[in-house]
């Protein structure tokens, strides 16, 4: 199997993920892109770069965006992590899923899990964000399949769609 | 009984194309955006182990051991490979030109750094990574040759022990008298080029998982593959089995532009996976080997090019020069992009004679792989700076000058000088869409006011041609023999009248799966949702090559219209018997089959379907009971290479027209992009929203290539570009936002008029965003000629140019 055998040095780890509890044994040096896709075999966490730059890997760590694969899995003892599987729900499709359909946000998809996430935050901080401050969440990762274009319109696409159904 | 395919909208079985031709909700999205589509890393296969590589430091070596006694003791660790197993188990690479190929893991000499040494598989990645540590190498350092100019000297290291030159191709190929166009022009002009190494790089790197039994020999291979038949039939050759030994099951994959690569360590995890017994061995490839030793580095070229005009400015003659530095050994099918430009190597233009001295060199650096395009996006860079030269200094409009060594609209189909034939196109059209959008004559207007404001704005007028679907005799100049490269796919209609369609590639990114269900719901009358896209593994699949050479689209939409024909063609016979009448006598529209003169005689598909399969007692013995037909499309009508590389190749020639105002910061070199129009024509757009995102990606990438992108070199050989803080991806910052429109001339050779449309705008973004950038250096009196255009580069040229000018004026 994927994971290592019980380690002599493991840490134990509480953390609540996607609103399920886990409580799990875990190597020191795993990070949380690992633990997520290994131990909880949550796998729609997908891994770019490995060294922080593309942002493909964001979770949500109490409700900020982490590069999950710059965090230690022990890092989120005791705290709320939000994955990919956590925005759909009961067989619903997340707005911000919603509207990357519609505007052909995505071609491969390898990355859209990333920005969906982070376009979480940017909502919960700012419900009606400017194109710039789109910009600025956006511009943390890369994209190689769209040119951008199409996810900038899906995220103004998706705040409209959580604004309406706010108001 | 001949099949027909339709040419076109009009000739689908219906009254009106509800789907085809239209941007829909695109069938694979649901799933991505879920993450339940599985990619091959989140495959867990029973007993799997994961292999770690071990790559050398140095990119010119002699290995004089390997002891990897203390890695295998390290508890986790199930085997190692060295390149003592790499010999006794595999054969070198076959995708390089012949001769050139080395085995997947270094023996006695490595040639690059980052080339495989030994690798581990062991209970996982980390451990694997561990063992690593533990594996002792001992390297004679070899003087290395990073410069292709140097390695074609005689006094040069040898890269490859087995050659006894780096020079793997040297040859003029002359297309019509040459030398007498260069006599008899009035103007010649002439420049150098620098197009530097950049790549693909997919947000998911290549990822495997082999089992290779050591009793039976069976090799399956899960991966994110391209062209999964291609990578079988590689691994087959590569490990001497029988090809029905080798089965490759593709998944879906994060993108791969060409540079997906990943066949060394695919070969390494077979030879562990043989090594541990057939255990499954797992290797997913990090950034950092990717950006140092993965698929994805392309195109490293010196440009000498020479175009001879006569006195009314027609371009009457084209020479380019290329010595293009493939690496250390050629692997990866990197000749082939020196090769394709003979598919459009006149671009769009009537130039009647060209040449192509072609050198393609060994040097101690990462072999070139493919990338977007396949090498036309360099060559249309070079030959638009020719003519912005040229319409420079004979004092024309570079958007007119162009216009008038366009080929004619009414003389399609034209067959270049380079030997391929264009199928369709308007390209004057073409210009007069984008030139229209840009408000050009504003644009131009406003350049004047920047620049009496001293301001380095410039605009760029570029096109270029996309050569679509593709075939191998493109590349007969490089070695590659062949010609015709078959697309099948299988449309089933269940009992209860569902389709099914068989394909045999995964999912990439272009939205393949949405175009087979456009075409079956309209072909059938159906709902495009209703329509299920399956993948097969290559032992099951029908034959496949996948996405490539801008090639899917077109031949995915033959092969399944082919086999609706085929359905059709059968049911009708089935109707025919059930009406007592003859199959001529029932006709297919909208989903239902009617029988002439009879109102209300009719079978929906569904009917038919149902009858067939539950009561085939009642079908004549001579016809077979399934409601299911298989289709395999080939472009027809291609050629075999001459002596000098000419064949009809690529089936279509698309075409686009790029106009982009920039101004670049003259106190730091920093291009900024102010306006980004485009007018293109792939003939019809079967899906217009998906073409649209490759246009847009497409740009994307072009903008990294012209102002970002380079893996470097140091003189040594040492790559100093292995991370994305060094390699530098293009983000929305650097995006601009695009104005697009289309023009529609469909091709009078495929199925509905599609042209090839995948790889797009790369072939003419770079060309256009240099134009931009040397029109706003004009004014200084200097030109860039080397990509990317990265600000150090800009700032010195400005730098420098205003030193003469003041020189000059401290002289008068």
């Known amino acids: 199997m994927a994971s290592e055998q019980p380690q002599q040095g493991g840490i134990r780890l509480k953390v609540r993920v996607n609103g399920e509890q886990h409580e799990s044994v875990v190597d020191p040096r795993m990070n949380l892109a690992d633990y997520l896709r290994e131990e909880l075999r949550l796998t729609a966490t997908h891994v770019g770069c490995e060294h922080g730059v593309c942002g493909i890997c964001n979770v949500l760590v109490d409700g900020q965006t982490v590069r999950s694969c710059l965090m230690l899995a022990v890092q989120v003892d005791g705290k709320e992590v939000l994955t990919v599987e956590g925005l759909a729900e009961g067989g619903k499709l997340h707005p911000i899923q919603e509207a990357f359909i519609e505007e052909h946000g995505l071609q491969c998809g390898f990355c859209t899990g990333g920005f969906m996430m982070a376009i979480c935050e940017l909502f919960d901080r700012n419900p009606s964000p400017s194109e710039e401050e789109i910009k600025e969440v956006v511009g943390g990762q890369i994209c190689r399949c769209t040119g951008y274009n199409a996810i900038l319109r899906s995220v103004q696409n998706a705040a409209a769609k959580m604004g309406a159904s706010r108001s | 009984m001949a099949i027909e395919i339709p040419k076109n909208l009009d000739e689908l079985p219906t009254t009106r194309p509800r789907y085809v031709g239209r941007g829909i909700r695109r069938v694979e999205d649901v799933g991505l955006l879920t993450g339940r589509v599985e990619f091959v890393d989140d495959v867990v296969l029973p007993r799997m182990l994961h292999c770690a590589i071990l790559r050398s430091p140095f990119p010119h070596a002699r290995i004089t051991g390997v002891d990897t006694q203390a890695a295998e003791a390290l508890e986790g660790v199930a085997a190692v490979v060295t390149g003592e197993d790499a010999r006794r188990w595999s054969l070198p690479a076959q995708s390089s030109p012949e001769g050139w190929g080395t085995h997947c893991i270094a023996g006695d000499k490595v040639h690059y750094v980052g080339e495989p040494v030994a690798a581990v598989a062991a209970s996982s990645r980390r451990v694997a990574e561990d063992a690593l540590e533990l594996i002792e190498v001992d390297y004679e350092p070899l003087e290395p040759v990073a410069d292709p100019f140097k390695a074609m000297k005689p006094e040069s290291p040898q890269v490859l022990d087995a050659q006894e030159t780096n ?15 260069f006599a008899e022009a009035a103007h010649v002009f002439q420049e150098k080029f620098r197009w530097n190494r950049l790549g693909a790089n997919p947000t998911e790197t290549f990822g495997c998982i082999s089992e290779w039994d050591p009793m039976s020999l069976d090799l399956t291979i899960h991966g994110s593959i391209q062209s999964p038949g291609m990578f079988g039939l590689g691994r087959a050759a590569t490990f001497s089995l029988p090809s029905n030994k080798v089965n490759i099951i593709s998944h879906a994959h994060g993108g791969s532009f060409g540079g997906k690569g990943g066949t060394r360590g695919c070969d390494i995890s077979c030879l562990l996976s043989r090594k541990v017994d057939g255990r499954p061995v797992k290797w997913i490839e990090d950034r950092g080997e990717y950006l140092l030793s993965g698929g994805g580095q392309a195109w490293d070229r010196h440009y000498e090019v020479a175009l001879a005009v006569d006195a009314q400015g027609i371009v009457s003659g084209l020479k380019v020069g290329l010595v293009d530095d493939l690496g250390a050994t050629g692997e990866a099918y990197g000749a082939i992009s020196a090769a394709k430009p003979l598919a459009a190597f006149t671009g769009p233009y009537t130039i009647p004679v060209a040449q192509y001295d072609l050198k393609l060199v060994a040097t101690n650096k990462l072999p070139c792989g493919p990338y977007r395009g396949m090498g036309p996006p360099p060559h249309f860079f070079v030959l638009e700076q020719m003519m912005d030269i040229a319409a420079r200094s004979l004092g024309e409009d570079p958007a007119e000058f162009r216009r008038k060594n366009f080929i004619p609209a009414d003389q399609f189909p034209y067959t270049i000088a380079s030997g391929n034939e264009y199928d369709s196109g308007n390209y004057g059209e073409v210009l007069d869409q984008v030139l229209a959008l840009s408000d050009y004559s504003a644009l131009r207007a406003a350049q004047v006011e920047a620049r009496a404001e001293g301001r380095l704005v410039g605009v760029g007028v570029a096109n270029a041609i996309e050569p679509g679907v593709f075939d191998w005799n493109a590349y ?28 045999g590639f995964s999912l ?14 309209d072909y059938f009358g159906y709902e495009p949702e209703n329509v299920r896209v399956v993948q097969l593994d290559t032992q099951s699949a029908p034959p496949s090559f996948g996405p490539g050479g801008s090639r899917l689209g077109v031949a995915i939409t033959g092969a399944v219209l082919g086999a609706c024909e085929r359905i059709r063609e059968k049911m009708a016979r089935v109707v025919a018997v059930l009406m007592q009448s003859e199959p001529e006598n029932i006709e297919f529209m909208d989903g239902k089959f009617t029988l002439k003169g009879a109102p209300g005689a009719e079978m929906t598909v569904a009917e038919v379907a149902g009858t067939m399969l539950a009561r085939s007692d009642l079908l004549p013995p001579d016809i077979d009971p399934r409601p299911e037909a298989t289709h395999v499309w080939t472009a027809a009508g291609r050629t075999p290479a001459d002596e000098e590389g000419r064949a009809k190749s690529y089936l279509t020639a698309a075409h686009a027209v790029h106009i982009v105002q920039v101004e670049i910061d003259p106190e730091t070199g920093m291009v900024e992009i102010q306006r980004y129009c485009l007018a293109d024509d792939c003939g019809t757009r079967l899906n217009p929203d998906t073409v649209e995102g490759q246009t847009e990606g497409s740009v994307v990438q072009g903008i990294g290539a012209a102002l970002l992108e380079e893996y470097v070199y140091d003189e040594d050989a040492q790559p100093l570009t292995t991370s994305f803080m060094d390699y530098l991806m293009p983000t929305v910052f650097d995006a601009p936002k695009l104005e697009m429109v289309a023009v529609e001339t469909p091709s009078p050779f495929t199925p509905l008029g599609a042209k090839g449309c995948g790889e797009g705008a790369i072939h003419t973004t770079p060309a256009a965003v240099m134009c931009a950038i040397n029109d706003a250096l004009a004014p200084l009196g200097t030109s860039a000629r080397e990509v990317p255009a990265a600000p150090m580069r800009l700032w010195k040229l400005i730098k420098e140019a205003r030193e003469r000018a003041s020189d000059e004026n401290n002289n008068y």
Do not use: H, K, S
Not at chain 2, 477 to 496: R, Y
């Open chain 2, 508 to 521: 990439e990114g272009q939205g393949q799966y949405t175009l087979v269900c456009q075409l079956v719901a």
């Open chain 2, 167 to 181: 020079v793997m191709l040297d040859r003029v190929f002359t297309w019509g008298d040459v030398d007498g166009a």
């Open chain 2, 476 to 503: 007969a100049i490089v070695g590659m023999p062949g010609t015709g490269v078959p697309e099948g796919a299988t449309v089933n209609i269940d009992i209860l009248g569902n389709a099914t369609v068989r394909v």
